[in-house]
Each structure stands twice: as C-alpha cells, then as structure tokens.
C-alpha cells in the first residue's frame, strides 16, 4: 500500500513538474496586441499575400485564445509555405520577413505541440522545430526560441551513451609531404603582445601560430564526443554530407549531433571507416547552443582593428564557428576577413599560399571563385603547369596542434585536412 502511495506521489510530482515547464514556456509568448503587431510590421511594404497575412493574423488569434489544434495546423501551413520562399533563390537575396515569419510560425507549432499532448511524448520534436526556427528564420522577441530550447533542453530524454574513440592518432604524427619537397614553416609566436601581433601578423599580412593563449579554456578538459552528445545530442544542425564541397557528390543534410557522431564520426559497428562522411563546418553552433559558448572566450588579438573600422564591437563584429570533422578536406580557397582558427582537439594538417600566388592556383570560375581548381596535395601538374613553382617557393605547411591557434590574413589562401577526430573553433572579423 505504501508502495503504491510513493508511485502515485511521484507521478504527481511529474505532472506538477511537466505542468510547470510548459507554463513557463507559454509565458514566453507575447500578448495577441504585441504578436498582430510585429506581423503588422514584418508584412509591411512587402510582397506578402492577404492571404498569408490573414493567416498570420488567425494564428496569433488562436494561440493567444488557447486554441492549440488550430494554431497546429495554421503554424504548420505558414512553416510549408514559408520553406519555398525560403529555397526557391540565392540565400543572400531572401527577404528578412521570411526569415521573420519562419520563426514565427516555428514558434507556434512549438507552443501548439506542447499544449495538444502531454509535452513529453513530443519533447524531440519541439525541440527540432525550435531549432528548424534558430537556423533558417531570424530571431524575434528576444530570441524567444533559444529561451524555449533553453526550458526545452533540462526536459529532453537521456541519450545513450556514445562509445568514445581514442581522439588523436588516426594518423601518424608526422606528414610526407607528397613530392619530397620542404615547405617552409609557419612564425610561431608565444603570447605576443597585442601591438606584436599587429605589427607581426596583420599589418607584415603574414600568418603565424600563436601559442599559450587559449590554455585556459574549460573547452581543453571538456570537449570529446560524450560530452557533445549529452549537451547537444538532440539539436539539429547543418552537416556538409561528403569529402569536400567541391566534390560533385557533395552536399547538405540537417541531422541530430546524436546522429552526426554516430553516422559520420565514430566506426562503423563492425569496424572500419564511418558509415558516412561528414562536416559540421563553419556553423555558428554557440549562437545555436549557448551553453557551449561558455567553453570558449574571444581572443583579445579579434579587438584590433583596421582605422576604417572604428566604433568596432568585438561581441557584435566577430563570427564564431564550430568545425567537427574527422578524414575531411577544405579545398584551397581564400576568406575576405581575418581569421583565427583555434585547434582544441586533434590535429590538422594545413598548407598556406600568399595572395600573389593566385594565378598559380587556378581560382575556380563559377560562384567559388575564391577556391582553387588544384588539389594541392595531389596535383595534375599537366593540366596545371603554374602550380609547382609556386608550391615549390611559397608554401608554408604546418600541423596544427592541440591549443595551438593560426591567424590566417585575409586573401591568404588556405588548405586544410583533418588528421584526426578533431574540434576546432575559428574567429573571422
């Protein structure tokens, strides 16, 4: 009898507990006034449909009038709808108010979700809405998804286990080269000065790795793939699905972290290589996941800047990508910004080519124009007659180690490949 009486006590306790959660997430919802009036505003001047903007309209009608079934169906509608006009161009030419509305409706089959069922049996799915809504829509009302998935996450079932690799070693500690040839080594720098690195690094337009910088942070004890999948291994994020992008096989899949490190990183069940390969590249996973954002801190080298850019804001103006990838290549290519790529776990293998070597590189003649036709480090030195002088007399090559971090000037040209299960943060301004 007591038994029984505990059992019922503790499911009280959890519905108390669900109850109290989805209340929470609900007070998050701004009032109806405030909700017709950012859709008022977002649809302005705006080749938006009177048949969407009534749709719109219906929908911040009905969630603010607990109506779940009918918010379901009108978010879920809006979301199709808004997917087209999402990919039917070029991601740069869509309109914000897509963006805008995206998350929106995002925001009201989340909430619907969690009001028609007991929330628990749709928790995976809300959580995947919620993100659907962070990575291809635009924050609104205070980032009012990422306060969700921030409730939604301390209620997510456990994921199981992932059986942790041995992180480094993949390969052997040194590279051959390919041709025999000694590149010439990178500056390495320990703690330079900011005014040294200026001087040395940005003004000479020279790169170098810097060391002793980053010893301290929380992500050099934390970061393996346990701890990836207990504190993202619901969310969804974008992975390049092949070698490299300019493969014609390549391209882009959205899949769990869970699912990323199972399929892409870790062996296949019966050994040998993953069953897939995959990049979760150049993604700004911390914006994504807060939580990981702690383990890391902005180098003071990203404050300096150029005299055009006064009134720079490092919070504002730097770009903070995540890179996990393992046995995957980017081609030689060049970035328009600064760069400092911080290499926290594995090693890379990096060849660098200043600017003036770019005819020699045979820059690609379509949208990538910034990335090279050579595989540098299997070169077609027929179809390419340019390029062996010019690896020859002015390629650096280096392995970037664990707490080691490499600027990269603008314009320099870059080839990258990972030599191990490998996680690296980089920091463009």
């Given at each position: 009898?007591e038994a029984?009486?505990?059992k019922?006590r503790?499911?009280n306790?959890?519905?108390?507990e669900k ?5 929470d ?15 008022d505003r977002?649809?302005?001047n705006k ?9 719109l309209?219906?929908a911040?009608t009905?969630i ?6 009918q918010?379901?169906n009108?978010g ?8 087209e ?6 991601w ?5 108010c897509w963006l ?9 089959k989340a909430?619907s979700?969690?009001?028609?069922t007991d929330?628990?049996s749709?928790i995976?799915e809300?959580?995947?809405v919620?993100?659907?809504g962070v ?17 939604i996450?301390?209620n997510l ?6 059986v ?12 051959d080269a390919?041709d025999g040839?000694?590149?010439k080594s ?5 703690c330079p ?6 001087y ?8 170098a790795v810097?060391?002793g910088c980053v010893d301290?942070?929380p ?5 393996n793939?346990?701890y ?7 969310r969804?994020v974008?992975v390049e699905v ?5 493969d014609?096989d390549w391209g882009q899949k959205?899949m769990?972290i869970n699912?990323?490190i199972r399929e892409?990183v870790l062996p296949?069940p019966h050994?040998?290589?993953?069953l897939k390969?995959?990049?979760l590249?150049q993604?700004?996973l911390f914006?994504?996941?807060?939580e990981?954002r ?6 003071d080298?990203?404050c300096?800047t150029?005299?055009e ?17 393992k046995?995957?290549?980017s081609?030689?290519h060049?970035d328009?910004?600064?760069?400092l790529?911080v290499?926290?776990v ?7 080519y200043?600017s ?10 379509d949208l990538i ?6 595989d540098?480090?299997n070169?077609?030195?027929q ?9 020859q007399?002015?390629?650096k090559q280096?392995?970037?180690q ?5 600027y990269?000037?603008?314009?320099y040209?870059?080839y990258?490949?990972s ?6 943060v980089?920091f463009?301004?």
């Amino acid at each position: 009898m007591e038994a029984s009486s505990n059992k019922t006590r503790l499911e009280n306790l959890g519905n108390l507990e669900k109850m109290l959660t989805w209340s929470d997430c609900h007070q998050l919802v701004p009032p109806q006034k405030e909700l017709l009036a950012f859709v008022d505003r977002i649809t302005c001047n705006k080749n938006v449909t009177r048949g969407l903007i009534v749709l719109l309209q219906q929908a911040c009608t009905s969630i603010s009038c607990m109506e779940y079934e009918q918010t379901f169906n009108v978010g879920n509608e809006l979301m199709n709808f808004t997917w087209e006009m999402l990919n039917c161009g070029h991601w740069k030419d869509v309109d914000c108010c897509w963006l805008q509305i995206y998350s929106l409706a995002s925001l009201f089959k989340a909430i619907s979700l969690m009001k028609m069922t007991d929330g628990r049996s749709k928790i995976e799915e809300i959580c995947r809405v919620c993100d659907m809504g962070v990575l291809m829509g635009a924050p609104i009302f205070d980032d009012i998804l990422n306060q969700l998935l921030k409730i939604i996450q301390q209620n997510l079932p456990q994921i199981p286990n992932v059986v942790e690799e041995k992180m480094a070693g993949d390969c052997p500690p040194t590279h051959d080269a390919g041709d025999g040839e000694v590149r010439k080594s990178v500056n390495y720098l320990t703690c330079p000065s900011m005014q040294t690195f200026k001087y040395s690094c940005m003004d000479a337009v020279e790169p170098a790795v810097i060391r002793g910088c980053v010893d301290h942070w929380p992500a050099f004890k934390k970061w393996n793939l346990q701890y990836m999948n207990e504190m993202a291994g619901h969310r969804t994020v974008p992975v390049e699905v092949g070698s490299k992008y300019t493969d014609d096989d390549w391209g882009q899949k959205l899949m769990t972290i869970n699912q990323f490190i199972r399929e892409c990183v870790l062996p296949a069940p019966h050994g040998g290589k993953p069953l897939k390969q995959g990049y979760l590249a150049q993604h700004q996973l911390f914006d994504q996941i807060p939580e990981l954002r702690s383990d890391i801190d902005i180098p003071d080298y990203c404050c300096i800047t150029t005299a055009e850019e006064d009134g720079f804001d490092v919070d504002e103006n730097v770009d903070i990508n995540a890179w996990l990838p393992k046995g995957t290549v980017s081609p030689c290519h060049h970035d328009p910004k600064h760069n400092l790529l911080v290499q926290v776990v594995g090693r890379k293998l990096i060849r660098l080519y200043p600017s003036s070597c770019s005819p020699s590189l045979y820059p690609r003649e379509d949208l990538i124009n910034n990335t090279s036709q050579v595989d540098v480090e299997n070169p077609d030195h027929q179809q390419f007659p340019l390029f062996h002088q010019a690896d020859q007399l002015h390629c650096k090559q280096l392995i970037l180690q664990p707490g080691e971090m490499l600027y990269i000037p603008p314009k320099y040209w870059h080839y990258i490949r990972s030599l191990d299960t490998s996680f690296s943060v980089s920091f463009w301004w």
